[in-house]
């Protein structure tokens, strides 16, 4: 998945979420409710926790899809195959600060759990734009025209534009006063490991 997923999955929660407050909030519900106080009903007290067990759910699902929507037009930006891999890589410090700021502010988006979701679908957007660009066949294909530096020089950029991203990431890691204590494997295990492909077909396109 895109990193447009988070903000849809929270915008859909935070929709639905919302809808069923209205409805336990509605006047049909509070007559179910206080006739089941009035007949002692052993149903009472699961009913009552579950609405605030909602209530909370709500909140934390409305004040994610608030902050995350500020990341929307980075996102886009990201995603945009009209982009070339430079363009691309301009997004990286923007889109780091926003989520820095996000940490800081939120009181819900500012676990390990949701920043390891959210930069390893960074990782697949940026691998999903470096392939536009590297596509196997076109790659192969350079090869057999006896084009393999233009080859070369695609991967080398893509390498540049993922190694980029890292940095960003540390860079603000560093800017967290290192509360984004997490294991580099669980959030660049997919780019680490485009990346090492890239690596294995520059060898092969270096020695043609």
């Not at 089941?36 to 149903?43: G, H, I, V």
């Not at 929507?69 to 890589?89: H, M």
């Not at 192969?140 to 190694?163: M, P, Q, R, T, W």
Request: proline fraction near 3%; charge should be positive; include cysteine.
């Amino acid at each position: 998945p895109l990193p447009s997923t988070e903000i849809d999955f929270w915008k859909n929660k935070y929709e639905n979420l919302n809808s069923i407050c209205v409805q336990l909030n509605s006047e049909r519900i509070k007559k179910v409710l206080k006739f089941l106080e009035q007949n002692k009903s052993t149903y009472t007290t699961p009913f009552s926790k579950l609405q605030k067990e909602v209530q909370i759910a709500q909140k934390e699902a409305n004040e994610n899809y608030k902050y995350l929507q500020t990341l929307s037009e980075l996102f886009y930006n990201l995603a945009d195959t009209s982009k070339e891999l430079p363009e691309v890589a301009e997004q990286f410090i923007p889109i780091m600060h926003t989520i820095l700021l996000i940490w800081n502010h939120s009181q819900n988006y500012n676990t390990p759990a949701r920043l390891v979701v959210l930069i390893r679908q960074i990782c697949n957007a940026i691998i999903k734009q470096c392939r536009s660009t590297i596509d196997g066949n076109k790659i192969f294909e350079a090869i057999k025209n006896e084009e393999a530096s233009d080859a070369h020089g695609k991967l080398s950029l893509a390498l540049d534009v993922c190694s980029k991203f890292k940095d960003a990431y540390f860079e603000y890691k560093g800017k967290s006063k290192n509360q984004w204590k997490i294991s580099t494997n669980a959030l660049f295990v997919r780019l680490d490991a485009f990346s090492e492909r890239c690596q294995d077909i520059m060898h092969l396109t270096g020695a043609i």
